[in-house]
């Protein structure tokens, strides 16, 4: 049985960081490709990060209002993926979730506020 298992969220401070941990059971990563979604308060699900393969033409692609602020990686050893997620602005609040094909996770909780 495959399981998403994220972890890391809680309150930070705007301008602040967290770091988000996917880790997965049930499915050896590899290289297959892994995604970061969130959904804020009223709002719809969006793709904010996205990786694969170090060798593919795109290994990571992330959302216009995170680039430069957020970084995914993984652990193909750990089957884990990462989401660093620096300088912290409030509408980064939302549910995070990461996702394998039709597998997600539960979600974490990152709420962004002083």
Do not use: H
Request: glycine share 12%; with cysteine; hydrophobic share 30%.
């Amino acid at each position: 049985q495959v399981r998403l298992v994220e972890s890391g969220g809680g309150l930070a401070q705007p301008g602040g960081s967290l770091r988000l941990s996917c880790a997965v059971s049930g499915f050896k990563l590899n290289n297959y490709v892994m995604s970061w979604y969130r959904q804020g308060p009223g709002k719809e699900r969006e793709l904010v990060a996205r990786i694969a393969s170090p060798g593919a033409g795109t290994p990571t692609n992330y959302a216009d209002s995170v680039k430069g602020r957020f970084t995914v990686s993984r652990d193909n050893a750990e089957n884990t993926v990462y989401l660093q997620m620096n300088s912290l602005i409030p509408d980064d609040t939302a549910v995070y979730y990461c996702n394998l094909y039709n597998w997600w996770g539960q979600g974490t909780q990152v709420t962004v506020s002083s």
